[in-house]
């Protein structure tokens, strides 16, 4: 027996703007949902390791939501499996993706910049193309929503978690291209999700070990978040993402004796995610959770607790699950205590349902367009080649030739990202060896650091890193013993340090003589920045952020 769903009409309202028909298609899904089916509506499933693995019926048995895939290098087989994973649905899934580019670009598509480095080029169109060709990538295989953009600012230079996901620390700039982003990816298809509501950048610390504090005032909070969120409203973006960040500002201000709970991450708060953003932002479309195994939650209540606790505080989906059996008996558990309404619950499946007929994936798929790989190509090595930005070179080291620095010493940890295991080499050494230099890696066992070359290249690759806590330059791991920690060597040789990633080294290296940041690890990035420093095309990026971290010194 079907029970009684309340009116849907806001359905119609931005972000959704249905139509009678995908209106009448909700309710009707909606109201053939019982029990656990219309609870599983609200999960999204993290689908990790080979395709293989879920090549038997558990997504079809589970029949969730929503998946997130984390893809494999084969674009062929993960297509193929997500589209029997939809033809297995009794209803449309909606499936997402992390789609930040670099190191997080799909295995099996283009490899483009993550946002730090459009930021660095500040080029709108280029944005928006570099936007467009992820998501028909994306669409092609059967991704139809994204977490991204990120709106958060990088304004605590220390901060391991936003330092390249962001579009650096000026709000402005920020609103250029992360709305383009959105609408790009919203006119292929693909849906946009804003995040990290309610803000994340002013705390250095990660909100995957621990609740991270907005520590603004309101005010404060307006001319930043609340710029680029109202924003991002306005432009009709789909969905938010609800993350495991406090803003104890509003809090406070709602109830002044509001103690811990003014510390309660947005994912659980009602005041934060329905309060601020439903009610007082105006946001009608999906709020989903941010991870909901991360510390940030569960250091603040217990797992099965919190996902109730996510859907009373107003998201509509939860973003993963490591014990579906527990946090569905919480779920249960807290509408029969009267904690959890029924009405949330009804609330939250109409805006699942929702942006599922928003996509149109109640309707026949149809075709789309595919930006070809050639094209595709040619604006992922424009983006690259005008991201490198020369921060200082005070004693005008570049260009490089192989004539003036043939021996080059090249000193680096490796790329080091947690999400793909171990460090990965570089590529940068092998590329100069073909352009005529002839490099040496450096040995922690030769004391005689330097002796005989002619360059010290020091290469830093640490994009934004989850779980990582702190990025810094780490002298006593780059050189292997604490008595080459000390040593420096611009003083005899010529010297610089590119970092390919975080972009805030001066603050451990203040008088490193040449600075360059180019904000990526790829093969491509690291190309690119050996043109530059070869002078074949110019040093083009300027700086989304201060490289210098307020040091006036680490301008010299």
């Not at 000026?170 to 609103?175: E, K, S, T």
């Not at 982003?181 to 919203?186: M, T």
């Not at 510390?295 to 217990?302: D, L, N, T």
């Not at 805006?351 to 789309?368: D, E, F, M, N, W």
């Amino acid at each position: 027996m079907s029970r009684p769903l309340p009116d849907a009409d806001f359905l119609k309202l931005a972000p959704f703007h249905l139509d009678d028909a995908a209106l009448t298609w909700v309710t009707n899904t909606a109201s053939s949902l019982e029990g656990d089916a219309r609870l599983m509506q609200l999960f999204v499933i993290g689908m990790h390791g080979p395709v293989d693995a879920w090549a038997g019926d558990a997504i079809g048995r589970l029949q969730p939501g929503g998946v997130m895939r984390f893809f494999s290098p084969d674009g062929e087989a993960e297509a193929a499996l997500l589209a029997r994973l939809q033809h297995d649905a009794d209803i449309p899934l909606l499936v997402s993706a992390d789609l930040e580019g670099s190191r997080m670009s799909l295995a099996f598509g283009t490899t483009v910049p993550n946002p730090l480095a459009l930021a660095a080029v500040d080029d709108v169109e280029l944005t928006g193309r570099i936007s467009t060709l992820m998501a028909e990538e994306a669409r092609a295989i059967g991704v139809n929503w994204s977490y991204t953009p990120v709106l958060d600012i990088n304004a605590a230079f220390r901060s391991a978690i936003v330092a390249t996901r962001g579009y650096g620390s000026d709000v402005a700039r920020i609103a250029r291209h992360a709305l383009a982003q959105a609408r790009n990816f919203q006119q292929a298809g693909i849906a946009a999700c804003v995040k990290h509501w309610p803000g994340e950048g002013f705390d250095d610390r990660d909100q995957h070990l621990l609740t991270t504090i907005n520590p603004l005032t309101m005010d404060e909070w307006e001319a930043n978040f609340g710029r680029l969120y109202r924003a991002a409203i306005a432009d009709d973006v789909l969905s938010v993402m609800s993350a495991h960040i406090a803003l104890p500002s509003f809090v406070l201000g709602e109830n002044p004796d509001a103690g811990l709970d003014a510390y309660r991450p947005a994912s659980l708060s009602h005041d934060l995610t329905t309060k601020l953003l439903r009610e007082r932002l105006g946001f009608n479309g999906l709020i989903v959770s941010d991870a909901s195994e991360m510390a940030g939650a569960i250091s603040f209540m217990p797992e099965g607790q919190a996902k109730a606790e996510m859907l009373r505080a107003g998201c509509d989906m939860i973003l993963f699950s490591n014990d579906l059996d527990r946090d569905l008996a919480a779920i249960k558990a807290a509408l029969a205590d009267g904690s959890l309404t029924q009405a949330r619950i009804d609330e939250a499946l109409l805006r699942v349902l929702g942006l599922k007929a928003a996509l149109g994936l109640h309707k026949p798929s149809k075709q789309r367009s595919v930006t070809s790989r050639s094209a595709a190509q040619a604006a992922a090595t424009e983006a690259f080649q005008r991201a490198p930005t020369l921060v200082k070179d005070v004693q005008n080291l570049f260009p490089l030739s192989p004539e003036r620095h043939r021996r080059v010493l090249f000193v680096s940890s490796g790329i080091i990202s947690p999400i793909h295991g171990r460090p990965l080499d570089f590529a940068l050494p092998q590329m100069m060896r073909e352009r005529g230099f002839e490099v040496d890696l450096h040995n922690p066992a030769n004391r005689d650091f330097a002796g005989g070359h002619d360059l010290v290249l020091y290469a830093l690759g640490e994009e934004t890193l989850l779980t990582r806590g702190r990025i810094f330059l780490d002298w006593l791991g780059l050189m292997g013993d604490f008595r080459m920690a000390m040593r420096r060597t611009w003083h005899d040789v010529p010297t610089a340090l590119i970092s390919f990633g975080y972009p805030y080294y001066l603050y451990d290296a203040p008088r490193m003589p040449a600075y360059v940041n180019a904000y990526a690890t790829s093969d491509e990035m690291q190309a690119a920045v050996l043109d530059c420093m070869m002078g074949i095309r110019p040093f083009a990026g300027t700086s989304p952020v201060d490289p210098f971290c307020g040091l006036p010194d680490a301008q010299y």
